[in-house]
């Protein structure tokens, strides 16, 4: 029942959780800090009333009118790269109204069981910090908030259980004080919740001490076939032999996939966050900025902006601008902002195409699995990748909620191909995110 884990952030640190709770002996690899990259910054929904594919119809033309505004939610690079120019066509396919609505029916199926499996993590005796106020999502105009009440409804039709409320401004602003008299409407979704994600990760690498061997500052480089199983190489010299793995190293999978003829299509979408410890005013839980596309997460003695998607860069370097549109978008919502001593953060977040991840074993690799791709749902589908992956993990049974996140859609078939590049030109695995 061996199996080692590569990657330590939400999605892999999960895995790890849900496989160690039935029995396996796991070992978990990474290359830097726990819980760093995406899974350190982000806004901490656990939103399955969100969980709806990102190449959604329309997006395409709003990226466009967005490209030449540098501070626009949506910033796509235009870069002549190959990969990306394949990328970005795959990614406008997926937006035509019956792709986007198979992949949005693939995510509410997980959504449905998404609180679930973290009241069954907390269970098992992992602690974090957890708050169940809800979602209020608000906007500027009444217009934005009818439509974000389709796309709740919609949700609701293919499953989803959370209860919503529609406010006018004089509920919404009785309901939440923190906000100023620019929002002109909101819609509630009641059963929504929100953690801090360092206290999810730590939590976990705390709760699988002395349970599963924990390695991190250890950076797989390759990963080949050795007779029935896989053999690991890592930065410290030390080969790792199991039958069993798990990649779960976010944007950067395909470092260690491309080189065995695993096609996926990857690409990073850098995210921004500002974090101000003992904020002067704080929301009672999380709003949503719907124009801005800003999420306001409050935490335990901390505020959190996040928001913005960047494509075509991989500098990983804080951009200056796209943190002040989030901070600009706070001042005209919030009754007061100060962004004095704040925490300025960027991290890449896993893309593939058509917005739906890769969960489950690699066709032609038997012992070889994946999860990745989460997107921006890494958080709200963390345990419930772990629950759903470990059995085809450890027993090879292939349930019918891991067909849609099948890797077979991007072309990998059961007989493998001849690797891409050689096991001595393999890129170095980086930290997940």
């Known amino acids: ?42 806004a901490g929904w656990i939103s399955p009333g969100l969980a709806n594919p990102v190449p959604a119809p329309g997006v395409m033309a709003q990226a466009v009118r967005w490209m030449p505004n540098r501070r626009s939610p949506l910033l796509v690079r235009p870069t002549p790269r190959l990969s990306f120019l394949r990328w970005s066509w795959q990614f406008w396919r997926n937006t035509k109204p019956g792709r986007y609505g198979a992949g949005m029916a693939a995510l509410a199926g997980l959504g449905a069981r998404v609180l679930d499996d973290y009241d069954r993590l907390v269970a098992d005796g992992v602690e974090m910090e957890m708050h169940s106020e809800g979602l209020l999502f608000v906007g500027r105009s009444a ?30 602003l009785r309901h939440e004080p923190a906000l100023g ?18 206290t999810v990760t730590g939590g976990i690498v705390e709760h699988l001490e002395g349970r599963a061997d924990l390695r991190s500052g250890v950076a ?94 991989s500098s990983r370097k804080v951009n200056p601008g796209r943190v002040a ?18 925490i300025r953060w960027a991290g890449f977040r896993p893309m593939l195409p058509d917005g739906v991840p890769a969960i489950g074993p690699v066709p032609g690799r038997p012992g070889l699995h994946v999860a990745t791709g989460h997107a921006m749902l890494g958080v709200t589908l963390g345990p419930t990748t772990g629950e759903i992956l470990a059995p085809a993990v450890l027993g090879g049974r292939i349930g019918a909620e891991l067909a849609p996140f099948s890797l077979a859609r991007f072309g990998n078939r059961s007989a493998p191909s001849s690797p891409a590049q050689s096991a001595s030109d393999a890129p170095v695995a980086g930290s997940p995110v």
């Open 1 to 42: 029942m061996d199996v080692v884990v590569i990657g330590g952030g939400v999605i892999g640190l999960s895995v790890a959780a849900s496989l160690e709770r039935r029995g396996a002996d796991v070992t978990v690899l990474e290359a830097g800090e726990w819980g760093r990259g995406a899974s350190e910054g982000n």
């Open 143 to 172: 217009k934005v908030v009818r439509a974000e009440v389709a796309v709740l409804r919609e949700a609701q039709a293919l499953g989803y259980r959370g209860r919503i409320e529609e406010m006018g401004q004089a509920d919404v």
């Open 181 to 198: 008299s620019a929002i002109a409407a909101g819609v509630w979704a009641k059963d929504e919740r929100h953690v801090r994600p360092e």
């Open 220 to 313: 797989a480089r390759r990963i080949t076939p050795d007779g029935g199983g896989w053999r690991i190489e890592t930065n410290t010299g030390e080969t790792i032999r199991t039958p069993r793995v798990v990649v779960a190293t976010g944007w950067q999978s395909t470092d260690l996939l491309a080189p065995l003829g695993v096609h996926l299509p990857m690409e990073g979408g850098k995210g921004y966050s500002v974090t101000v410890a003992n904020p002067a005013v704080a929301p009672k839980g999380t709003l949503y900025l719907l124009e801005d596309r800003v999420a306001v997460s409050s935490f335990d003695g901390a505020l959190r902006l996040a928001g913005t998607m960047e494509l075509g860069t």
């Open 325 to 342: 549109a989030i901070e600009a978008a706070a001042k005209r919502a919030l009754v007061a902002w100060d962004g004095t001593n704040a």
